[in-house]
Each structure stands twice: as C-alpha cells, then as structure tokens.
C-alpha cells in the first residue's frame, strides 16, 4: 500500500515562505516515477481545491491560478519525495495541504494526511 506522508507546514508571516515536503513509501508494483503528483489544498469552510501537479518524471508542472509565480511544485525520483515551494505567502493561503499520488496508467490514487498552513500576522 502507498503511504503518503507531507511535513513543512507551519505558521508563517504573510509574505514569508515554507517548503512542504511528501514523502512516499510502500511501492510494490510500480515505483514512484509511476505516479503523477499533485497537491491539494483546503482552507476553512473551503472545497478541496488542487494547488500543483508535476508530471512522473517531473518535466511538466501545472498551478492553480491564485498560486502562479509563488509556489513551485518538484520531485525527486531516486528520494521518492515531492515538494511544494511556497512564497509570497498570503492569508487565504492558510489550509491543510494535502499530496496526492496518482499511477499515470490505473489512475490509482493515494492521499497523505495534510499538513497545516498558516499565515497571519
């Protein structure tokens, strides 16, 4: 079973920056270069919304348009680990934010336990 664990997440200034961390263990069939990732985010009183995506190999990245040219989405392979780059944080990014693995053939998909953000002054 894919496990899925985020870590980073904290409070933090508005303006200010964290780096969320997810790291992805249990991979019996395939690897992790089979998985496209996504994060997720959710704010109080808020759907679910998708922040980023990276591709399986990491060469193409898609963002939410409130968080283009703030947060940069990565992953490395060979540490099984994808992150989240945040800056130029704002108050309404405050949520829990939540990694996804999804198998770019079965569409097989796993979720960590979120990690909270918070930004305020």
């Known amino acids: 079973q894919v496990q899925l664990v985020e870590s980073g997440g904290g409070w933090v200034q508005p303006g200010g920056s964290l780096r969320l961390s997810c790291a992805a263990s249990?991979?019996?069939?395939?690897?992790?270069?089979?998985?496209?990732m996504n994060w997720y985010r959710q704010g109080p009183g808020k759907e679910r919304e998708l922040v980023a995506t990276?591709?399986?190999?990491?060469?193409?990245?898609n963002y939410a348009e409130s968080v283009v040219g703030r947060f940069t989405i990565s992953r490395d392979n060979a540490k099984n680990m994808a992150y989240l780059q945040m800056s130029s944080l704002k108050a309404e990014d405050t949520a829990v934010y939540y990694c996804?693995?999804?198998?770019?053939?079965?569409?097989?998909?796993?979720w960590g336990q979120g990690t909270q953000v918070t930004v305020s002054s």
């Open positions: 990276v591709t399986s190999t990491g060469s193409t990245t």
């Open positions: 996804k693995a999804i198998h770019r053939w079965t569409s097989a998909a796993y």
């Open positions: 249990g991979f019996t069939f395939s690897n992790f270069s089979s998985y496209k």
